[in-house]
């Protein structure tokens, strides 16, 4: 990773930890990368990572830097759903960047891939993957590999999938943003995609809840699959009477007229893959898990693909 320029910027929440924003960015000058710090700790602004001015000025700042490779999101929590109409997609995705962030960055995903079927990651962010006293490396090996692609495969765990064999773009991210954006003009359209979704603290009903209103939108026809990541943080009641993770995804399964899968290492996990949003991807279960295999994406050695 010598020698990539690596830019943060802030487009939803604030750095929690300013002393492990210092060192995580120490760690990665040490590991060669030159890092352009567009974040201003001093120009935070309420729970946001500065004005939404300031937002949009660090998003367009970054990508006009002929010195950056690689844009990172500080970290997500909420901030971008006000800056999507400011947002140059079109100055992002001709900067030939690559754009990486997950939970509310999805709509950054999206925004660009509707406005101009730009290609970006869905990984990590640097609160707090970046800055861990204790580096998850399975996390940033995926994220570092997939950059370099040009082929990146992650491989899932879990019992009681449906046996597929399926090809189509990738996308998805978190479900309560792809919610958000659904009706709107910052929603992609991605024909025969496979669709991964992620949430945290997200009781089963409201999962299944958001999974219905991209049903009844038609945003999951023609697609080839539905790919499952981590759902924790929730919390059952006594009178769910039964109604568990289980129960959701046995009637999802029922009712969605595409295979449903589960066991995608992504999510608000320490342990997170990256994904290259609207790369080419093939799908292949077994009884024991899934591969994801995935191509077509734009990558360090050819950015502009």
Not at 94 to 122: E, N, P, Q
């Amino acid at each position: 990773m010598n020698n990539i320029g690596i830019a943060i910027v802030a487009p939803g929440g604030y750095a929690l930890d300013e002393a492990a924003l210092a060192r995580g960015i120490a760690r990665l000058e040490q590991q060669g990368c030159t890092v352009h710090n567009f974040y201003q700790p001093a120009g935070k602004y309420l729970r946001f990572g500065g004005t939404d001015d300031a937002r949009v000025a660090q998003l367009e700042a970054a990508a006009r830097d002929p010195d950056v490779q690689v844009v990172v999101a500080l970290r997500g929590s909420y901030g971008i759903s006000r800056i999507l109409p400011r947002i140059d997609f079109g100055l992002m995705a001709d900067s030939g960047k690559l754009f990486t962030g997950y939970s509310d960055f999805t709509a950054f995903h999206m925004g660009m891939m509707a406005a101009t079927g730009r290609k970006s990651f869905a990984g990590p962010m640097i609160c707090d993957d970046f800055i861990r006293d204790e580096p998850v490396d399975y996390t940033l090996d995926q994220f570092w590999n997939c950059l370099r692609g040009p082929v990146h495969a992650v491989r899932g765990t879990a019992t009681g999938n449906p046996v597929v064999d399926v090809e189509g773009p990738l996308w998805g991210g978190n479900l309560a943003m792809l919610n958000h954006l659904a009706g709107t003009p910052y929603f992609a359209r991605v024909p025969g995609g496979i669709l991964f979704i992620e949430d945290i603290n997200e009781h089963p009903y409201r999962v299944e809840r958001m999974v219905l209103q991209l049903l009844y939108a038609g945003a999951l026809d023609g697609q080839r699959a539905l790919v499952l990541g981590d759902f924790s943080g929730y919390r059952l009641a006594p009178f769910d009477n039964g109604y568990d993770f289980d129960a959701m995804l046995a009637y999802l399964r029922a009712t969605l007229p595409i295979p449903v899968l589960t066991g995608l290492p992504f999510g608000h996990v320490k342990h997170r893959c990256t994904l290259p949003f609207g790369g080419l991807a093939r799908l292949t279960s077994d009884a024991e898990g899934f591969d994801l295999t995935v191509g077509d994406y734009p990558t360090l050695a050819d950015p502009r693909r």
